[in-house]
């Protein structure tokens, strides 16, 4: 008998903000839709406190990974212990993500960000793990030297850095 597979989706914590993050986020990635949308009832008010008919939470995908997000109140804050990385293949995904993402939201160091949701995320080029992890160890490090300095990563500057120019 075969084993089922587990789904592993993460569940977004906001104060009232799920559905306006569930839009922005599918606005930002390609193939990406809101699934379903739950809103609190009567039942439970005394101990969630939203008014009936309010938005509860909100499953979307962002290109085929399952996310929810939910109005759970103000009792809970992102912050950098956790984030999401976005794999780019080139310079234009870098700065498209890295402008989308940051759009209200706050630059970081070393490719990372807040959003305007106060949500963290990595903004990574790919050609990043091939050249921290090349056998030439001062190349690599080199590497290691100039994205250190970096908020958005420059993929130029650290094949510059690789070759030592």
Request: charged residues 25%.
């Amino acid at each position: 008998m075969p084993i089922p597979s587990k789904t592993i989706t993460p569940c977004l914590w906001f104060d009232t903000e799920a559905e306006e993050a569930a839009k922005f986020y599918c606005s930002v990635f390609d193939n990406s839709h809101i699934t379903y949308t739950s809103h609190y009832g009567e039942e439970g008010h005394e101990i969630h406190g939203k008014p009936a008919g309010s938005v509860m939470s909100v499953m979307f995908e962002l290109d085929g990974q399952k996310f929810t997000a939910m109005n759970g109140g103000p009792l809970f804050k992102f912050d950098e212990a956790v984030s999401f990385q976005v794999a780019c293949k080139d310079q234009k995904e870098v700065d498209y993500y890295w402008e989308a993402l940051t759009a209200g939201g706050e630059e970081g160091p070393c490719g990372w960000l807040k959003d305007k949701f106060g949500l963290s995320w990595q903004v990574v080029p790919t050609v990043l793990s091939d050249l921290l992890t090349d056998k030439d160890y001062a190349a690599s490090q080199r590497v290691m030297k100039a994205f250190m300095q970096m908020k958005k990563y420059d993929i130029a500057a650290l094949h510059r850095a690789f070759e030592g120019t």
